[in-house]
């Protein structure tokens, strides 16, 4: 018959597997359009969500729900989402995670 961890072990465990998604999670960003008015009434806003993995790959949603695309990097984007004339791209890191759970309740 296997050996049953027994209840004290556990948590430990879980401390273990919360740990590890941590330390692996990808990196999400956000790319930000930002058009300068020629210096006039600056403004912003959100062009896609994305997150970079560990190899540096890019995975982007484009905040229209329609489109996604795979990149080489996240920088890659900003020419994507740059170009004309006053608008211009921003990379903005949302910070690392701090804290998991195994309860969806608990994570939110």
């Known amino acids: 018959m296997p050996a049953v961890?027994?209840?004290n072990s556990l948590p430990s465990f879980d401390q273990e597997l919360c740990g590890l998604v941590l330390d692996t999670a990808p990196r999400q960003f956000a790319?930000?359009?930002v058009y300068d008015g020629d210096g006039?009434?600056?403004d912003g806003?959100?062009?896609a969500w994305g997150f970079?993995?560990?190899n540096g790959v890019a995975h982007l949603l484009v905040v229209?729900?329609?489109t996604r695309m795979t990149l080489a990097?996240?920088?890659r984007a900003l020419?994507?989402?740059a170009g004309q004339s006053g608008l211009s791209a921003r990379l903005v890191w949302l910070a690392r995670p701090g804290a998991a759970a195994l309860d969806r309740a608990e994570a939110a």
């Open 73 to 75: 990097s996240p920088e």
């Open 31 to 33: 790319v930000v359009q």
């Open 5 to 7: 961890p027994s209840q």
């Open 79 to 81: 020419c994507l989402f």
């Open 64 to 66: 229209d729900g329609h």
């Open 40 to 42: 006039q009434d600056a």
């Open 52 to 54: 970079a993995d560990g």
């Open 45 to 47: 806003w959100v062009a």
